[in-house]
Structures are given as C-alpha cells and as structure tokens.
C-alpha cells in the first residue's frame, strides 16, 4: 500500500500561479511514474502531468509551457508548479504514484486537491 498526501491548491486569479506537492508513504519501495490527474464534475478524468523515476516528465497538451512537474527520489514526493492558471485549469487535481510488482502495475491516489481559477 502506498499513501499519498497532497498539500497546496487554493484559488488563484487568472494569470496567476500556484505549487501542488504530494509526498508519498507506505510500500514506496518499487515507486516508478508519479504525476496528477483532474477532474472536473460531469467530465472525464484527464491527466494533467507525470514524471518517471529518472525524470522523464509528459503533460496534456493544453498545460505544456504553462505547467511543470518534478520530483524529489530521496522524499518520495512531486511537485506541480502551474503558471499563467486560466479558468479551464479549475478541477480537483489528484496525486498519482505508481508501483510496479514484476509486471503488475497498481496506481495509487491521493484524495484530491481543489484548485479554481476565477477573477
């Protein structure tokens, strides 16, 4: 079992910026891709960020340039820093970690962090 611990989030004007940390606990041992997830009410989820254990980051279209996401190995933790936030950024954003067990993937998640973009 892996737990996941989100902090940050909040609400932020249009234009502005906010950091979302996850730290990450448990069976961390195996710990491969970490990132996050959004998800907006009526909508699918959408991933939004993830980051191998080595450091290869991918996002969604729609934040690359705007979002970036790192990691920290030896804390076990990931951080989110979202620039120029716009109103469609709104969405409760969910930590992810993923642990792998010979060729069994589980993925893990936090209980979610409200994030609104709103003047």
């Known amino acids: 079992q892996v737990q996941l611990v989100e902090s940050g989030g909040g609400l932020v004007q249009p234009g502005g910026s906010l950091g979302l940390s996850c730290a990450a606990s448990?069976?961390?041992?195996?710990?491969?891709?970490m990132g996050w997830y959004r998800q907006v009410p009526g909508r699918s989820r959408e991933l939004v960020a993830f980051?191998?254990?080595?450091?290869?980051?991918n996002y969604l279209a729609s934040v690359k340039g705007r979002f970036t996401i790192s990691r920290d190995n030896a804390k076990n933790t990931v951080h989110l820093q979202m620039n120029s936030l716009a109103p469609e950024d709104t969405a409760v954003y969910y930590c992810?970690?993923?642990?792998?067990?010979?060729?069994?993937?589980?993925?893990?998640w936090g209980l979610g962090t409200q994030v609104t973009v709103s003047s």
């Open positions: 448990g069976s961390i041992v195996s710990l491969t891709d």
């Open positions: 980051i191998s254990r080595s450091g290869d980051a």
């Open positions: 992810f970690a993923a642990v792998m067990l010979r060729t069994v993937r589980t993925e893990y």
